[in-house]
């Protein structure tokens, strides 16, 4: 697949089959977190963590809803959580800018291996101060939530979108 079909095919998926994902798909998503670049090559301050236990994600997800008050789990019933983890930093810019190229990596992965994915920073930012969301996942001392990625075969198959390069202004 071209990249920009990959780019074009990337969307957020909501409704997931129950099935869970390959080990070799899972994989591969991963392997795109890896590749991502960080500021400073700052790995030693980034973990991945990846939740297939439905019963944790449901719990997760019930936290969540509870603070923002929704009636809809945010992890949309996805069989495959990937939360990035950051060790706090003095500069903040930092942990958002590393979680979010690695976030973008793996969604891409996903997209290319036929996977649905759903960005899921909301979920982190109701969650990753709350004591019971932490110990459920089994997020490391010294290090904390910063965001997530849903991961599953989607109900529906993607689809692509069409390139409108309206969006954002271009300045030359």
Avoid: W
């Avoid at 297939?52 to 949309?76: C, F, H, N, R, W």
């Avoid at 910063?146 to 991961?151: F, G, P, S």
């Avoid at 109900?155 to 692509?160: C, H, I, R, T």
């Amino acid at each position: 697949m071209e990249f920009i079909d990959v780019l074009k095919l990337r969307q957020s998926t909501r409704e997931f089959k129950q099935e869970q994902i390959t080990d070799e798909e899972l994989q591969a998503v991963l392997d795109g977190a890896y590749l991502a670049p960080t500021a400073m090559g700052q790995y030693d301050n980034i973990k991945l963590l990846v939740i297939q236990d439905a019963e944790k994600i449901q719990k997760l997800g019930e936290i969540s809803m509870k603070v923002m008050g929704m009636d809809k789990s945010p992890t949309y019933g996805a069989p495959t959580l990937i939360f990035t983890l950051h060790k706090d930093h003095p500069e903040d810019i930092f942990i958002g800018e590393n979680s979010a190229v690695i976030m973008e990596n793996m969604l891409l992965a996903a997209t290319e291996k036929g996977l649905g994915s759903c960005y899921l920073m909301g979920l982190c930012q109701t969650i990753y101060k709350d004591a019971e969301a932490n110990k459920i996942a089994g997020v490391p001392e010294g290090f904390r939530m910063v965001n997530a990625v849903a991961l599953g075969h989607p109900k529906n198959p993607l689809s692509p979108r069409d390139l409108d390069r309206s969006r954002i202004e271009t300045i030359r």
